[in-house]
């Protein structure tokens, strides 16, 4: 083999390996709306209409969500996916969808807000859920990073909390997302925490965190996890959100 084949061969072969991982992410297509309140229950039927038409099938298929508690409440959220950029080029062009958006969504729609794509952190998951588990109430946690963050320091703090939380073996699910595009510091949700939630209930039980946290790393070591975590993170703040079953078609 020449040196120019060799050559080809390699670039290949790690061209090849950088599309696969490009492949292997999952993330979810968000924005967040308000509506006009006057004539909420005919977007109600329009949404459901909707997405029934356009937003059943993967990689497009579409839940919306109500943001229950927390600064932003009574906002909207459109959840589409798992969906990644290669998806998100190829989706067709489709005048009926686009006419059927404008005519019976987008009249009723006061606001639009934040739009951004979150990505599933390696290596951050919990998923103890059944095939047909879907939970319907989630807790949302934000996180503000700080100037002075260190990836690996970040990572490796949320890594103790996931295992933790297995040591406790109470999650159903829970992960964390990094935001694909730049906050800055005016909106702040750099990173988000989302754990499902079976009931109001599960607030009252105390999983004695800190105790475990303690019997996998050490007396002492959660005082130290708190002081790191408070250097990396600058800001943070809950949501609980619940799914619009009526708006999803469900």
């Known amino acids: 083999m020449n040196k120019i084949s060799t050559l080809f061969t390699i670039l290949f072969f790690a061209f090849s390996a950088i599309a696969e991982e490009s492949k292997s992410y999952t993330q979810w297509d968000t924005f967040r709306f308000t509506v006009d309140n006057q004539h909420a229950k005919k977007f109600t039927k329009n949404m459901r209409a909707h997405i029934k038409k356009y937003h059943t099938e993967a990689p497009l298929k579409t839940k919306i969500y109500n943001v229950t508690y927390g600064p932003d409440a009574n906002e909207l959220i459109w959840v589409m996916g798992p969906v990644n950029f290669s998806e998100l080029d190829a989706r067709p062009e489709n005048k009926k969808h686009d006419d059927d958006w404008a005519d019976n969504i987008n009249p009723y729609i006061t606001s639009y807000k934040q ?108 005082k130290a996890f708190q002081a790191n975590y408070d250097r990396s993170f600058k800001n943070q703040w809950n949501e609980l959100i619940t799914v619009n079953k009526e708006m999803s078609g469900l």
């Not at 503000?144 to 990836?151: G, N, R």
């Not at 699910?173 to 990094?178: C, L, P, T």
């Not at 965190?209 to 002492?220: D, M, P, Q, T």
Request: charged residues 30%.
């Open 115 to 222: 739009s951004e794509l979150w990505r599933l952190m390696e290596g951050l998951e919990i998923n103890n859920l059944d095939k047909n588990d879907a939970p319907e109430m989630f807790m949302t946690r934000y996180l503000t990073v700080s100037k002075s963050y260190d990836p690996k320091v970040g990572k490796y703090l949320l890594t103790q909390i996931k295992k933790t939380l297995d040591k406790i073996g109470k999650v159903k699910y829970w992960a964390v997302m990094d935001n694909q595009f730049i906050q800055g510091y005016k909106n702040g949700r750099h990173l988000m925490g989302i754990s499902s939630m079976e009931s109001f209930a599960a607030w009252d039980e105390d999983w004695e965190f800190s105790k475990h946290f303690e019997e996998l790393y050490g007396k002492g070591s959660f």
